[in-house]
């Protein structure tokens, strides 16, 4: 798997205190998860095993807690580390002013969840559906390949992002459309690269979980308790810890393949005109 790691592992450095505050972030929500499990494991007991009707009510009460509070937390905090995250990555002049400087930045891109939200969608939905051959937007062939990428649109979709922060100005969707112009002009060689830093994620995911899967099964088995209970806490930690050490790596993969290949490029102005109506915010 030929992957970019000097160059994710300089990029990521630009946003180290970003970093760590975010996983920060995740690994205290990984002891959240982990007291949450203890209480259904003496909830199990409790209700005597773990077929019964209070403990399966009392699982899916907190199993719906911990969805809406991930929804929360992702609305009022996460979402502006994450764009805080991609802007220190882009490498922009306004980024030297540190993570302070970025959230005041993102504050001006964003001011709030619905226009980050919208953004990443739209671009997804460009990405995911874009082939070979697209006479409208004039998309050489070495753009795009004969399949829609749906499975690394959301990652192309954040490279863009950050370099939509490269371009700068008071518009967000502007901006966009400009990075979006310039990935697909100069872009050809980051979708193959993408999908070499989605597999390197799966792969992590796959090996934290099962890291954690084992030793659960082993000590909820010989413990007498529910052996779903021990998977669908190795899995919960998995996710988070996943989210926490690995999606930044790839996030600053992607993000540095395609601001190098942009590097010197300006947008197409008549494909931005194109673009217009895919990214009107």
Known sequence: MNLNFKEALATLSRALPLVLLRAGVYVAGGFMV???FAMLLIA?????GPASVVIIVISALVFLGGWISALMLERFFLFRQRAALLFLFSGCPAANSGRSGAFLEIARFFPAYAPWAALNRKLRSFLAVATRG??????PPAAHG?????????????????????????DAGQA???????YLRHGAAIRKLARFWLGFSAAGL?????????????????????????????AAIA??????????LVLA???????????GHEPDAALCEKIVPQLTL
């Open 206 to 234: 796959a090996a934290i979980f099962l890291l954690l899967a084992l030793p659960n099964y082993f000590f909820f088995s010989s413990a007498g308790a529910p052996l779903w209970l021990g998977i669908a806490l190795a």
């Open 239 to 248: 996710g988070l810890m996943h989210q926490a050490f690995i999606v930044p």
């Open 176 to 182: 966009a459309r400009e990075a979006l112009a310039l």
């Open 146 to 170: 004969g399949r829609a990428d749906f499975l690394i649109a959301g990652l192309l979709a954040q490279a863009i992002l950050a370099l939509a922060f490269v371009r700068g100005g008071g």
């Open 134 to 139: 697209n006479d409208a937007l004039a998309i």
């Open 34 to 36: 982990i007291v949450l």
């Open 253 to 263: 993969g992607v993000s540095a393949a395609l601001l190098a290949e942009a590097k």
């Open 44 to 48: 199990s007991r409790l209700a005597g």
